[in-house]
């Protein structure tokens, strides 16, 4: 078990298909697709993709009727590759009527994303508070929906899509005061008090209070820690993180890590997502792979061997160090989804490719397996270090093929099987 000192904050469990979110449960990753719902083999594809790379629960769009009608096709498709991931359907202006006119999309679904900025949460019907949603009502269809079929739903809030009469009127009563708040300050607060009096209301027409997950994205690092942080301190529902529009490349990585490492070392967040903009023909799995590696490295949980690698200098002018700590990396990534199954505790293995004897030594010694490459200049050999003893120099045209030997030896032997 990876330890650490933080406290989490305490919450509600929502249970999502078979993963539980909140109440100390171990902080869920999550992703989505970006497939057209309709193609249902190509979304079941990319579902399983993001599922082998570790996504938790996979979000699809369900825009269409073309889309609902797939959904129970891509459930089909995903069991027959074995591939249990939850899915959730991400609404918005007609999920009321889709979620009504496709019972089979409704139940297929593990949980339903619904925001109440375009969805829609009048009450001009008396008989919405008895839990008889009217037509004119879409949120309270969907509650509807999500009661008949036992779901739960995230009431997720964004920034650009946030109710525009709750901005004008808080707007108004801030402009009456003697001393009126900053305009972003009252937009946080609107995004606040749209996702609480949304969870409310959802509970006053009969969904239980443990079948709420709550969100509020933004697109500012500062804005998104603000929020969470006042969010956190007025309820007890599971919180799902993650900005909004992050970015692309480093950038979205650097936001999405800076504002998600700040609220996840507070205790605050039950479930994550990073919304990286993938390069043209990119691979949509990296967004899995940066959430997973956030929270490993703050000591949250674990899920695959890390390596440590130096970052090269001008001691270190050829790439063999760069290229076997790129490669073997890659490696133990790819082994997951089997090693996952046969050994337990992989997961926490930590592997070490150094690049010259200045602090390759003593790095290699420190994780479970590690290996100091020669540097400019040095002796054409590199020492491998099995938890912190030297147990063979390796030398020639095969180093990289010899060390995972070495390394898959080690996790025969060291983990034990399932």
């Known amino acids: ?236 529902y599971p919180l799902h993180l993650g900005l909004t529009e992050a970015g692309m490349g480093s950038k979205g990585i650097v936001a999405s890590t800076a504002a998600l490492a700040v609220l996840l070392q507070e205790g605050i967040g039950d479930t994550i997502r990073v919304s990286l903009t993938p390069e043209p023909g990119g691979d949509r799995t990296q967004e899995v792979v940066v959430a997973q590696e956030i929270l490993q490295t703050m000591g949250l949980r674990a899920f695959a061997p890390m390596v440590t690698a130096c970052p090269g200098c001008g001691r270190t002018t050829s790439t063999v160090f760069q290229e076997l700590a790129q490669s073997i990396q890659s490696y133990l990534r790819a082994q997951m989804p089997l090693w996952s199954k046969q050994y337990c505790g992989v997961e926490e293995m930590k592997v070490a490719v150094m690049g010259c004897i200045v602090n390759g030594p003593g790095e290699s010694k420190l994780a479970n397996i590690g290996i100091s490459l020669p540097g400019t200049g040095e002796n054409p050999a590199a020492p491998v270090y099995v938890d912190g003893e030297k147990v063979i120099t390796l030398r020639g045209e095969n180093i990289a093929q010899d060390f995972q030997k070495i390394v898959d030896d080690y996790v025969e032997r060291k983990y034990a099987k399932r």
Not at 102 to 113: G, I, V, W
Not at 179 to 188: D, L, S
């Open 1 to 236: 078990m990876i330890k650490n000192e933080i406290q989490r904050r305490v919450t509600q469990r929502v249970m999502v298909g078979g993963v539980s979110i909140g109440g100390y449960a171990p902080i869920v990753v999550q992703s989505m697709t970006n497939t057209d719902t309709a193609d249902a083999k190509g979304t079941a594809q990319q579902v399983f993709e993001l599922a082998q790379a570790g996504s938790e629960l996979v979000r699809i769009t369900v825009n269409t009727t073309e889309a609902a009608a797939q959904v129970p096709r891509i459930r089909e498709i995903l069991d027959g590759m074995g591939c249990n991931v939850a899915l959730i359907g991400d609404f918005h202006y007609n999920g009321h009527r889709l979620l009504t006119e496709f019972p089979e999309c409704a139940q297929a679904l593990a949980k339903y994303r619904i925001n109440p900025g375009n969805v829609g949460n009048n009450r001009k019907s008396t008989k919405l508070l008895a839990g008889h949603p009217g037509e004119e009502d879409q949120f309270a269809m969907m509650i509807s929906v999500a009661m008949r079929y036992n779901k739960p739903v995230r009431i997720g809030v964004n920034w650009g899509s946030l109710d525009q009469d709750l901005v004008v009127r808080m707007m108004d009563e801030n402009a009456k005061l003697s001393q009126p708040k900053e305009v972003a300050e009252v937009t946080r607060e609107a995004l606040i008090t749209s996702a609480l009096d949304s969870a409310r209301r959802a509970e006053e027409l009969g969904l239980p209070h443990d079948r709420i997950v709550l969100s509020c994205k933004v697109s500012e690092v500062q804005d998104l820690i603000a929020v969470y942080r006042t969010l956190a301190q007025r309820c007890d």
